[in-house]
């Protein structure tokens, strides 16, 4: 599962450029960058991959729930570069499953491309985790554990806990179902 997560990265060459202001844009100039020409040209990207491409999907389809009543796949079509419909579709169905959208419409229609956000749509569409994720974290507020469950929420938003040497794979399975 993928989370949202800032993280620091280079800028790319367009933001160099665009950064360069003027200079070297519109008028006559030098501009200087504190990083190797080899490495500007040959390492760093060309442009920035948009945030709708890196974000999950059912983030993506929260979002666009929360500000607009249109249905997902139809909303996202519209975009430069559209995800695929049955993509979008699986969210969906994915959000139903979770909690984070109705199963039903008004009519008592079950639709596999859109539903109604619910109160824990909105909880998932607020916090930057999983939708699992975060359902735990409101199922712990729900019953009272809540330290618990962002400690086991926390627990596997990372790797495994437990050290899996490379020669010893065995003994750290064997470790792994014993404890």
Not at 39 to 50: D, L
Not at 51 to 68: D, F, G, H, I, Y
Not at 142 to 167: C, H, R, T, W, Y
């Amino acid at each position: 599962s993928t989370i949202s997560a800032l993280k620091l990265e280079w800028a790319t060459q367009q933001n160099c450029i665009q950064r360069a202001g003027r200079t070297g844009r519109v008028c006559d100039g030098k501009v200087y960058r504190l990083i190797q020409r080899a490495f500007y040209e040959k390492q760093m990207f060309h442009h920035i991959v948009p945030e709708m491409t890196r974000a999950p999907l059912e983030s993506v389809v929260l979002r666009v729930k929360m500000l607009n009543r249109e249905s997902p796949v139809l909303f996202l079509s519209k975009c430069l570069d559209p995800p695929k419909d049955s993509s979008v579709i699986k969210a969906v169905l994915t959000l139903k499953e979770c909690g984070g959208l109705k199963r039903l419409d008004k009519n008592e229609i079950f639709n596999p491309a859109d539903g109604e956000l619910t109160y824990v749509g909105r909880i998932m569409a607020a916090l930057p985790l999983d939708i699992r994720i975060t359902k735990l974290i409101v199922l712990g507020y729900i019953f009272s554990v809540m330290e618990e469950a962002v400690i086991i929420a926390a627990g596997l938003n990372n790797k495994s806990i437990f050290q899996a040497p490379f020669d010893e794979k065995l003994k750290s399975y064997s470790n792994k179902l014993c404890w």
